[in-house]
């Protein structure tokens, strides 16, 4: 999506908690605990993939995404579903989207990425942003004397 910002990726921790459940300082009822509400999510908004579930390998795991943000208001918490989201991020300013995993089969659930969309996202897209000004700035004198020193 055009409008994605400030992902942060969870998959370090998955990795984590699945090292922590085959070594058995992890039992397999602690990580496999998926609340009704977030399996009717999955059934009815989530997305499909082709991943195998890491725990019981038999079923395919789907994302759900929720959203949160100020501008939502009752909205917000809610899953939806992808397709919906381009929606709102031409509609909103800015919104929070998590991405959780989960299997039907055996509840197994992990938070996978989260990451922040709306119209705010445009605005920094298209102009260089102060993170890129600062990049691109402090690379500039370093680049300069890479020239002069060639020459």
């Given at each position: 999506m055009?409008?994605?910002?400030?992902?942060?990726?969870?998959?370090?921790?998955?990795?984590?908690?699945?090292?922590?459940l085959l070594?058995?300082?992890?039992?397999?009822?602690?990580?496999?605990?998926a609340?009704?509400?977030?399996?009717?999510?999955?059934?009815?908004?989530?997305?499909?993939?082709?991943?195998?579930?890491?725990?019981?390998?038999?079923?395919?795991?789907?994302?759900?995404?929720?959203?949160y943000?100020?501008e939502l208001?009752?909205?917000?918490?809610?899953?939806?579903?992808?397709?919906?989201?381009?929606?709102?991020?031409?509609?909103?300013?800015?919104?929070?989207?998590?991405?959780?995993?989960?299997?039907?089969?055996?509840d197994?659930?992990?938070?996978?990425?989260?990451?922040?969309?709306?119209?705010?996202?445009l605005a920094?897209?298209?102009?260089?942003?102060?993170?890129?000004?600062?990049?691109?700035?402090?690379?500039?004198?370093a680049?300069?004397?890479?020239?002069?020193?060639?020459?």
């Amino acid at each position: 999506m055009r409008t994605q910002r400030q992902v942060v990726d969870y998959s370090l921790q998955k990795r984590a908690v699945l090292r922590e459940l085959l070594a058995g300082r992890v039992g397999t009822y602690d990580v496999c605990d998926a609340s009704p509400y977030l399996k009717n999510a999955a059934r009815f908004h989530g997305e499909p993939t082709d991943q195998r579930c890491p725990i019981c390998r038999s079923e395919n795991l789907t994302h759900v995404h929720y959203i949160y943000g100020d501008e939502l208001k009752q909205s917000a918490g809610q899953a939806r579903t992808l397709a919906e989201l381009p929606v709102l991020a031409m509609t909103l300013r800015e919104f929070q989207v998590f991405v959780v995993e989960v299997c039907l089969g055996c509840d197994w659930n992990h938070l996978v990425e989260q990451y922040l969309l709306g119209r705010d996202g445009l605005a920094a897209g298209t102009e260089s942003g102060p993170e890129q000004g600062a990049v691109a700035s402090a690379a500039g004198p370093a680049h300069r004397r890479r020239r002069e020193a060639q020459q």
